[in-house]
């Protein structure tokens, strides 16, 4: 069973500090991680996506990979309250379109 | 472009009715997703098809749920006979590959089954 777990939350950071998401995922064949960010009542959206061991920043988002053990996270600086949102992780296998989606880490930012 | 287009945005029918949700992929994604995504099973995907055939419906829960995409620019998913247990938003999105990374999402349909 492919599976992509993520603390479902809600985490409560605020205004300000650092934000700091997790997701373990159990398919060493994994080849490209994605973070999506899914706010209320919308559709999911994708801000930051990683293929290589180390860190990857874009903006105030940093996602960092550690292929060997087995986790995908993303940080968030200066956490804003626009920032509040579910935080998806995806994990494509690259095969047979094996795009393994994490249940979501809802996150508060509080002012 | 305008993205993908979804119809109704939404829904609510009763027990038994037959529920047609419709898709437009954005022009020139040869694939195109239906997920369904509900509090307790998080986002789920039902079926995929590329260039206009389907290729995996091994997430379709059940015979009551068909799915169909007659052309490059249109999808249906279809719901007979929709069932309380089917309330959820219905997520469609395209994409010109399937690595994850260029997989645009429409703005879902919510259907409520009473």
């Known amino acids: 069973q492919k599976e992509v777990e993520q603390n479902s939350g809600p985490l409560s950071v605020p205004e300000g500090a650092i934000a700091s998401l997790n997701c373990t995922y159990s398919d060493r064949v994994s080849q490209s991680f994605f973070w999506y960010r899914q706010y209320s009542g919308k559709s999911p959206e994708l801000i930051m996506s990683i293929y290589s061991n180390g860190d990857k920043e874009d903006g105030r988002f940093t996602a960092q990979l550690n292929k060997a053990s087995q986790y995908v996270s993303l940080l968030i600086r200066d956490s804003q309250p626009s920032d509040s949102a579910t935080y998806l992780c995806?994990?494509?296998?690259?095969?047979?379109?094996?795009?393994?989606w994490g249940a979501g880490t809802k996150l508060i930012i509080k002012p | 472009d305008a993205g993908v287009i979804q119809s109704p945005r939404h829904e609510v029918t009763e027990m038994g009715q037959e529920v047609t949700l419709r898709c437009k992929p954005i022009s020139g994604h040869d694939y195109l997703f239906w997920y369904r995504q509900t509090m307790m099973r998080g986002l789920e995907l039902l079926i995929y098809f590329n260039n206009n055939v389907p290729i995996d419906d091994s997430g379709m829960p059940e015979d009551r749920f068909s799915a169909k995409m007659p052309n490059a620019s249109f999808s249906t998913l279809k719901i007979q006979p929709s069932e309380p247990r089917d309330s959820a938003v219905y997520f469609c999105?395209?994409?010109?590959?399937?690595?994850?990374?260029?997989?645009?999402f429409g703005e879902g349909s919510w259907l409520t089954v009473v």
């Open positions: 999105a395209s994409s010109d590959n399937f690595s994850g990374n260029t997989i645009y």
């Open positions: 995806a994990v494509y296998l690259g095969s047979n379109y094996q795009l393994i």
